[in-house]
């Protein structure tokens, strides 16, 4: 029985790695194809007589479509109003999708299957088991793996003969005009002010399209800036949002299917100006409400005059671009990596292992956790009482309260009080909540540094984070 399971162990074994090399070998394939095509599209000639040139007239047509070509966007060209000429223009046309996120993975789908000619993908992070509920583009076996290399792989298996161009890299004010420019259309899939305003920005100092999208929560939006006399981004939004109005789905949540929805619009609204046909949403906005199921067009203002970035008196010279911090303009990062805020003393601080040699040492305490109710449902530290930051005055003497009986039930005699810690998911709320209870009198409050996030890491693996 031993030798048949031995046995077994080594036959997937052998099926795993040979997957393995199939997945490479059709992977390396695709590329060739890519560049092939590339090649093709540049020289108007190629010596295998299976893949004849793009460029010529086949069978007396002069839309120059190959048989394949013919079949394959079959369906577009029976649309009276899109056609042959909107898929040649397809064909011919660039687009760049920044991000290959939640709402990059539904647009770089469409974009390679549809037929656009060249498809440029930027992004720096990696893929996340997290990420896999919207980033529908990425599959469990890339997880740790470039987002660039994973989108692209999925691009190529859907369509082997546009090319892919693979930027594995973020987008900063060194980079973003030498990328941009190589694009006729930019998609913005990121989610955060400074890449919006700097890539509105470099769209209008190259003269390119760009389409807009969001996605937090339950709600979403899009828009098509800097086309056709609209207006840019800054037109709308001359001075960013305050950051506590800037936030990510890591911090408040999305429904997977809500990116992929506005992600599906930006991938429609791409092709419609790559391709000519239709009235791009320039000068209006789409609103998308998931949990009414209702879309709203709404007009929006449009091109200012007095725009710092496409206005009369514009000052944004490729010079000037290259200058501008969009970080301190914004006060928020360009980098995913949450922030770490420092506003107490060290004195007020403890770390997640202390915290844990307390609990053991049987210290007398209350764990105060100051994270929303929806999030304390999730996962908790045990015995801890949960009190989220937006209502901490208003329960001072719920605090009081449980502190007092800590101090009975340890049967502490008068002088002796119980210690107040307090936690949150990653350490910020948690220095506010402090902050606030020093104010009111419990100036013996301290903050676990690092929250949820340190004590899964440095002190119970096993601790569920999300």
Same mark, same amino acid.
């Given at each position: 029985?031993?030798?048949?399971? %031995?046995?077994?162990?080594?036959? +997937? ?18 590329? !060739? ?38 079949? &394959? ?55 996340? =088991?997290?990420?896999?509920? &919207? ?40 980079? @973003?005009?030498?990328?941009?420019? $190589? ?5 913005? @899939? ?19 399209? !760009?389409?807009?999208? /969001? ?13 056709? *006399? ?30 992929? %929805? ?20 320039? *000068? ?8 009414? /199921?209702?879309? &709203? ?11 710092? @970035? ?13 200058? #501008? ?14 922030? $770490?805020?420092? +506003? ?17 040492? *049987? ?25 989220? !930051? ?5 329960? =001072? ?13 340890? *049967? ?19 220095? &506010? ?8 009198? #419990?100036?013996? @409050? ?12 440095? %002190? ?7």
């Amino acid at each position: 029985m031993e030798s048949n399971g %031995v046995h077994s162990s080594l036959i +997937l074994q052998e099926i795993e790695k040979l997957k393995a090399e199939k997945k490479d070998i059709e992977n390396r394939i695709s590329v !060739l194809e890519a560049q092939l095509n590339d090649v093709v599209a540049k020289e108007g000639t190629v010596s295998s007589s299976s893949c004849p040139p793009l460029s010529i007239t086949y069978l007396g047509l002069e839309h120059g479509l190959s048989p394949e070509m013919i079949y &394959r966007y079959s369906r577009h060209l029976l649309l009276p109003n899109f056609g042959v000429q909107g898929q040649s223009n397809l064909l011919k046309s660039s687009i760049l999708v920044v991000g290959a996120g939640g709402l990059g993975s539904p647009a770089l789908l469409y974009l390679a299957a549809c037929g656009v000619g060249r498809l440029g993908i930027v992004d720096h992070d990696v893929v996340e =088991l997290n990420n896999l509920h &919207r980033q529908i583009i990425h599959a469990e076996a890339y997880i740790g793996q470039s987002k660039v290399k994973s989108a692209a792989a999925a691009c190529r298996a859907i369509n082997s003969s546009i090319q892919i161009v693979e930027h594995k890299e973020a987008l900063r004010t060194s980079n @973003a005009l030498e990328i941009m420019s $190589k694009y006729d259309i930019v998609v913005d @899939a990121t989610d955060n002010a400074p890449s919006r305003y700097l890539i509105s920005d470099c769209c209008v100092v190259l003269g390119k399209p !760009l389409i807009s999208g /969001a996605a937090l929560g339950l709600e979403g939006q899009l828009t098509v800036y800097n086309h056709n *006399g609209g207006p840019c981004y800054r037109c709308l939004f001359p001075t960013p949002p305050p950051t506590t109005a800037c936030q990510r789905c890591s911090d408040s949540g999305v429904l997977g299917v809500v990116p992929g %929805v506005i992600g599906c619009l930006q991938a429609l609204e791409a092709l419609k100006v790559a391709s000519a046909v239709g009235e791009p949403l320039s *000068g209006r906005m789409l609103l998308f409400d998931a949990l009414s /199921a209702r879309i &709203r067009i709404v007009k929006i203002r449009g091109r200012s005059l007095n725009c710092e @970035a496409c206005g009369e008196n514009a000052a944004f010279t490729r010079q000037f671009f290259q200058n #501008f911090d969009y970080e301190k303009f914004t006060q928020s990062p360009l980098s995913t990596t949450p922030l $770490k805020l420092k +506003l107490l003393p060290e004195t007020a601080r403890i770390s997640s292992e202390e915290y844990k040699e307390r609990v053991a040492n *049987g210290e007398a305490h209350v764990l105060i956790d100051v994270r929303p109710a929806h999030h304390f449902k999730i996962v908790s530290l045990p015995k801890a009482l949960n009190v989220p !930051l937006s209502t901490l005055e208003a329960q =001072l003497s719920a605090i009081s309260s449980a502190l007092k009986d800590e101090e009975e039930r340890k *049967g502490l005699g008068s002088g002796s009080n119980a210690s107040l810690y307090v936690i949150c998911r990653r350490g910020n709320d948690s220095q &506010r909540a402090v902050d606030c209870l020093h104010k009111m009198g #419990f100036s013996s @409050a301290k903050d676990i540094i690092g929250g949820l996030e340190s004590w899964a890491q440095n %002190v119970d693996p096993n601790f569920p984070t999300y």
